[in-house]
């Protein structure tokens, strides 16, 4: 298995302008997350999807958007983008709600927006 | 709403010697999960070890172990025979129990460790 793979590892963006990150995984894990994490501080949970198809916001969703069409993929789209939203992104999966089990987080991307 | 403290930024530790992460939390819940992530310089996220409260029994995972203080709110981490491949950042998190979709999974700031050779 390749466990949670993200793409792309690193990416510079222009102030308005959009991107999608990639995540994608392989265990058939329903739950997947977007964690964002900025310098010298813990993660901070974007979106999260519990099935295809059912996706609910995070505790810091404003300026992007999520899609869950597949089991194994959970786009994030970034929309305008800000220098706030330099950070590195986190994609993780688990086979049970967030906590009960452990999550298995992809390599991140690094994402500056100057 | 619930808060993660640790209290140590940075810390460093002679290979083969033990170390100890501090955590502290606040909350008014009984039911909850505890956890010690590790970062290493790849940036990727791994699970250390997890603690579940309503446990008494102090969860222990090879040279990984934590002191559970529950009426204290304190979860540390004792890491011994440090190895040099200990080096990272290490989160320690909190999750509601009643929260089953991560709404409230929430980490603390990190704290680098260093194995010196």
Redesign the interface.
């Known amino acids: 298995n390749a466990g949670v793979t993200q793409t792309p590892k690193f990416r510079i963006l222009k102030i308005g302008q959009s991107m999608t990150l990639q995540c994608a995984q392989d265990m058939n894990h329903n739950?997947m997350?977007w964690y964002r994490q900025d310098p010298?501080?813990?993660?901070?949970?974007i979106y999260?999807s519990?099935g295809a198809g059912i996706t609910?916001k995070?505790?810091v969703p404003n300026g992007y958007n999520v899609s869950r069409s597949t089991t194994e993929d959970f786009p994030l789209r970034l929309e305008l983008a800000a220098p706030s939203q330099t950070s590195?992104y986190?994609c993780?999966s688990s086979t049970y709600?967030?906590?009960?089990r452990?999550?298995y987080?992809?390599?991140?991307t690094r994402l500056t927006v100057t | 709403a619930q808060t993660v403290t640790q209290s140590q930024p940075e810390m460093s530790v002679q290979e083969a010697e033990t170390v100890t992460l501090s955590c502290t939390y606040d909350t008014s819940e009984n039911n909850y999960y505890l956890f010690w992530y590790k970062q290493p310089p790849s940036r990727q996220m791994i699970l250390v070890i997890r603690q579940e409260a309503y446990k008494q029994q102090n969860a222990t995972e090879n040279r990984f172990s934590v002191n559970f203080q529950k009426a204290a709110k304190s979860f540390s981490l004792k890491i011994s025979d440090s190895q040099l491949g200990d080096t990272a950042m290490y989160f320690c998190a909190f999750m509601k129990q009643r929260d089953n979709y991560g709404q409230n999974f929430v980490f603390g700031p990190g704290t680098r460790l260093s194995v010196l050779p």
């Open positions: 739950y997350y010298g501080m813990g993660l901070k949970l999260y519990v609910d995070g505790e590195v986190f993780a709600p967030q906590g009960i452990e999550q987080f992809g390599p991140g």
